[in-house]
């Protein structure tokens, strides 16, 4: 599969975006505070989840002087 270059992707949005037509809808400040949210929650979700995968890649090539790793220096 040939992946999608950017700029097509951004050539796509322009383009749904300029032949979108009025949705004639009423966004209350309830639903901005909602979007915010969202976003915030997201970007905490994706920091834990880089977070947590950081910490066992490191615990994977940590040596661990227990379960048999080097003896220590005399």
Do not use: Q
Request: hydrophobic fraction near 50%.
């Amino acid at each position: 599969m040939k992946p999608i270059h950017p700029i097509s992707i951004a050539v796509f949005a322009v383009t749904v975006m300029v032949w979108a037509s009025p949705a004639m809808a009423y966004l209350d400040p309830g639903t901005g505070s909602m979007l915010v949210t969202a976003v915030v929650g997201l970007f905490a979700t994706m920091v834990l989840t880089f977070k947590t995968w950081w910490y066992r890649l490191l615990r994977l090539f940590r040596r661990n002087p227990e379960k048999g790793g080097p003896p220590p220096a005399e």
